[in-house]
């Protein structure tokens, strides 16, 4: 009883991270080698979605290229977090070429995109991305010798929190983590205020862009007021670390 309990942890584990680990695990669970088989089918499962995606109207975005546009780490890669349905790939593609042509140079880091297959299978712990149509972006950051291509301040982009005024209060049930005491752990980067504002000002002109979620105190700070962008509201997650994009 205790086997067949801890298989279904991992199948539950494994497929709510990776949306197709749960699966590579049960194929695994019938060789005697499982981690080792697992490894196996886990990957062969991982490389066949880049292919099998298109069918279901997603595409991923592209892990290996070293151009205007980069997925932050391999671990999203990994993790089947980085599928976007066709236009939104377009939208991101276009959006760094035009960010590169304004200040040579510019990369563009994608962090959370979705999962491969199906609509209304969340990606945990965001609340939306489950239907290819968001995506979150990395602020752009410097330090005293200027910007820095490619960096972020945490590891994977994300809790590292650019601090202002705020008027959420501890509500519950919230995603809203301050983690306070991860914060002195990040990089002493300074936001990129140019870059950013710019990012936020063309897809918010962007025709296709429905919303685009950042902290109202970034929003004051980087004069970049539109329609489109929004606060995401105080039981959700911060998003003074990261762009949340929503097309159309």
Known sequence: M??????LFFVLTLTVLTQLGGLAWLIAAFFQRKIFAFAVVYSALTVSAVWVAPSFGRVALNCFDDGPLEVQSWMYCVLNRNYVVPELRDILVETANELERQFPGTK????DANFPFLNGFPLLPHLSHDDGEKVDLAFYYRDKTGYLPGATRSPIGYFAFEQGPTECSAAWPTLRWDLAAL?????IYELEEKRTAA?????????????IFVEPHLVHDLNVASSNVRFQGCRAARHDDHIHIQIR
């Open 183 to 187: 914060q002195p752990m990040w990089q």
């Open 199 to 211: 990012l936020i000002r063309l897809l918010s002109d962007h025709r296709r862009v429905r919303k």
């Open 108 to 111: 563009t880091i994608v962090l």
């Open 2 to 7: 205790l086997r067949i309990v801890g298989h």
